[in-house]
């Protein structure tokens, strides 16, 4: 059975994190862990835990639903709770990435500190059906990964996946006529044969599934934002690097987060190990 740990604090984009994490156990049974991090204890109604408790009972009665409130760095205190889960939630608001959810730090810190795929939710997070999962893919080891968990997810709901590649000329490394040697059908050529043998082995993994493939010359962010409207969720990998001050400093993330309307999932790569590790 499929374990989630979901953050929570109170916030409006809190509350669409549960709404997610509820609409997903009605799909499927899941153990729950709720997290509230926090030194001081909540009161009455307005306790994000008794909040948590509510939604996830109401809309899926029977769910068993274990809450904890804990103290210490956010962050950090999310990635050691959920270091056995499937999944961790969290919620955000696209309205404002620096007054972000949970208490004010930003979503994106946690990222570095995860072992489990993150799923961040927007505020005001509604159902799409019929909308498919979306994932980016990179010619790097950050999308073996993503792929799977995409995949997986896509033959949970309708058995269709839209892989998006984004590419972009390389840097001239020399000036004058050393530099035309970069010809543009060339790279893209190249990058073409990367994602179709990316493809062909999804297919080969998982037989039943459609694979959409895209390849598209802009930013990856650009890219997956684009496709956000029509996704049910957009999957992205991670290899970490730019985790300074707790913020993906350019990275995909962090310039996806605030465009996006649709759940975003990053998934850790084995081969990059979270911070502190």
Do not use: N
């Amino acid at each position: 059975m499929e374990r989630i740990v979901i953050g929570v604090d109170g916030s409006a984009a809190s509350r669409s994190a549960l709404a997610w994490v509820a609409e997903r156990c009605g799909r499927h049974p899941a153990e729950v862990d709720v997290i509230h991090v926090s030194r001081h204890p909540g009161s009455g109604a307005d306790d994000p835990l008794v909040v948590a408790e509510q939604i996830l009972g109401d809309a899926t009665p029977g769910q068993v639903v274990r809450v904890h409130r804990v103290d210490g760095p956010v962050a950090q205190t999310l990635g050691e709770k959920s270091a056995d889960a499937d999944l961790l939630v969290i919620g955000v608001d696209p309205a404002h990435p620096v007054r972000a959810a949970l208490g004010g730090w930003l979503p994106v810190r946690v990222i570095g500190r995860t072992h489990a795929p993150l799923c961040i939710v927007p505020a005001g997070w509604a159902p799409r059906p019929g909308h498919r999962v979306t994932v980016g893919w990179e010619d790097d080891l950050s999308s073996t990964e993503a792929l799977t968990f995409a995949a997986t997810e896509a033959l949970g709901r309708d058995g269709r996946l839209r892989v998006v590649h984004a590419w972009h000329l390389p840097e001239p490394a020399a000036d004058g006529a050393v530099a035309l040697l970069v010809r543009p059908d060339h790279v893209l050529q190249e990058h073409r044969e990367l994602l179709d043998a990316a493809v062909q082995t999804l297919e080969r993994r998982f037989p039943t599934l459609h694979v959409e493939a895209e390849l598209t010359r802009t930013s990856a962010a650009e890219a997956l934002a684009r496709h956000s409207e029509t996704a049910s969720m957009t999957v992205i990998g991670t290899h970490r690097d730019g985790v300074l001050a707790g913020g993906y400093l350019g990275s995909v993330a962090q310039d996806l987060l605030w465009r996006t309307g649709c759940p975003v999932v990053v998934v850790p790569s084995s081969s990059f190990p979270p911070r502190g590790h």
